[in-house]
């Protein structure tokens, strides 16, 4: 189910790109550069273009909301991160493989000692 949310927010996302960049825009800017100041899509579509559009915005943009809503709670509901399972299965792992071995702990006794030298002066 979870991928399937994903599959369905991305194709969620990539019409709602689609239909908004479709849209003219109200103040000229780059539609007009490009196709002129009198609406080239929409004149060859029909005036209703406009209006359906605006309506696809609103339902995709709805779509998309729902869809990223939903995974944000089907994530949570998941669980851990791929870190901490990483960090699971590293520990699950790690007495298995070393179950033969006795293992040492390092402490700061076992480490070479440290001499301090003489300080000189100035």
Known sequence: ?????????????????????????????????????????????????????????AVCAVIFLTTSLTLALVSAKRGESIVEREVTKEQKAQPAATAGQKQTPVTETSAAPVQAQPSQPK
């Open 1 to 57: 189910m979870y991928v399937f949310l994903i599959v369905f927010h991305v194709l969620a996302c990539l019409v709602l790109i689609g239909v908004i960049l479709l849209q003219a825009g109200k103040g000229g800017g780059l539609s007009a550069e490009f196709g002129g100041g009198g609406g080239g899509f929409q004149s060859i579509f029909g005036t209703k273009t406009s209006a359906f559009l605006t309506r696809a915005t």
